[in-house]
Nanobody, 128 residues
Framework: QVQLVESGGGLVQAGDSLRLSCVLS????????MGWFRQAPGKEREFVAAISWSGIRQYYADSAKGRFTISRDNAKNTVFLQMNSLKPEDTAVYYC?????????????????????WGQGTQVTVSS
């Protein structure tokens, strides 16, 4: 059974940094594109960042560009989201997701409906 388990969330102040991790179990991650999404209370789930199966291509929402960095370690079946200069509006539950690579295009990497596997989420709270 495929599982994604996120960790690294917490309560921080504006301007601080956090590094989220997501570990995949149950299959190899080598053919999976991976993404991070977030959902704030009362809002829809939104795309944050994604990375191709090879790690060569990264994709970011405008809100994440210049502050967040996605990376992966296929040997450890792990994807990371380094978040710097955090803002109160970054407060949300952050979800890790995975999709079989051949199903993706540059245009669909930010579309949550294409993702096959999801984690349970980790809370990130940024105080002002």
């Amino acid at each position: 059974q495929v599982q994604l388990v996120e960790s690294g969330g917490g309560l921080v102040q504006a301007g601080d940094s956090l590094r989220l991790s997501c570990v995949l179990s149950g299959r190899t991650s080598r053919d999976l594109a991976m993404g991070w999404f977030r959902q704030a209370p009362g809002k829809e789930r939104e795309f944050v960042a994604a990375i191709s199966w090879s790690g060569i291509r990264q994709y970011y929402a405008d809100s994440a560009k210049g502050r967040f960095t996605i990376s992966r370690d296929n040997a450890k079946n792990t994807v990371f989201l380094q978040m710097n200069s955090l803002k109160p509006e970054d407060t949300a539950v952050y979800y890790c997701a995975a999709v079989i690579g051949y199903k993706t295009t540059d245009q669909t990497m930010g579309t949550h409906s294409i993702y096959d596997y999801w984690g349970q989420g980790t809370q990130v709270t940024v105080s002002s």
